[in-house]
């Protein structure tokens, strides 16, 4: 007879959110109730990577990112939950979603002053430095124009925080395409933002 298999308390914690995910997709509103503490510590997490990102003294704080990506998140009914990566990466985007209306409405408000500037790491340009985030997400939805997955996979990782398996498992294509699709999509957004940038 095999050995029991050993489930650790973060697998386990993934398989109940995704229980959880699929039960709120089928209707149950109370799957929610129990799923928002679950997952609340890494919308945190998320939240505080995407406004680590961007200027000092933003008006958005983490909370209220956390809050409104979630309220959209519940909005979403035609959705079928993969996991929790899957629910991460979405609310991920969300997140980026709502730092860009912010910034395009400030824009707006200082009548063509200028969208704010996030930082951008190593991780994902080859040269860091500002970038206006309204460019950033033009140039980003240009990419996924053209080449769907490989925004995607900015989205995953980057916007994200999810592992090339995570990211890997999400697509349902190998770590190395993950890892190609990376690389590609980096220089990509390199050379489009040096174009759109005077």
């Known amino acids: 007879m095999p050995p029991p298999i050993k489930r650790t308390a ?3 914690r993934r398989r109940q959110v995704t229980t959880l995910l699929v039960e709120w997709t089928d209707g149950d509103r109370a799957a929610m109730d ?3 503490p679950l997952v609340y510590d890494e919308l945190r997490r998320l939240a505080r990577a995407q ?3 961007e200027r000092t003294g933003h008006l958005l704080q983490a909370t209220a990112l956390v809050n409104e990506a979630f309220m959209r998140l519940v909005d979403i009914r035609q959705i079928r939950w993969q996991g929790r990566a899957h629910f991460l990466a979405m609310a991920a985007r969300l997140m980026r979603r709502i730092l860009v209306e912010h910034a ?4 707006y408000q200082k009548r063509g ?3 704010p500037h996030v930082t951008f ?3 994902l340009m080859p040269h860091a430095g500002p970038v ?3 460019a950033l997400d033009d140039a980003m939805s240009a990419l996924a124009f053209e080449h769907d997955r490989k925004a995607q996979v900015v989205e995953l990782r980057y916007f994200g925080g999810l592992s090339v398996e995570e990211t890997a498992a999400i697509l349902d294509v190998s770590a190395e ?3 190609r699709d990376w690389k590609f999509a980096r220089n990509w957004l390199f050379r489009e933002l040096s174009r759109r940038t005077p």
Do not use: C, I, K, N
């Not at 395009?104 to 824009?107: D, E, G, V, Y």
């Open 51 to 53: 406004m680590a990102r």
């Open 121 to 123: 790491d190593e991780a």
């Open 34 to 36: 129990e799923l928002m």
């Open 10 to 12: 973060s697998s386990e």
């Open 113 to 115: 002053a200028g969208a």
């Open 177 to 179: 395409t993950v890892m």
């Open 104 to 107: 395009r409405a400030q824009a």
């Open 132 to 134: 206006d985030l309204v």
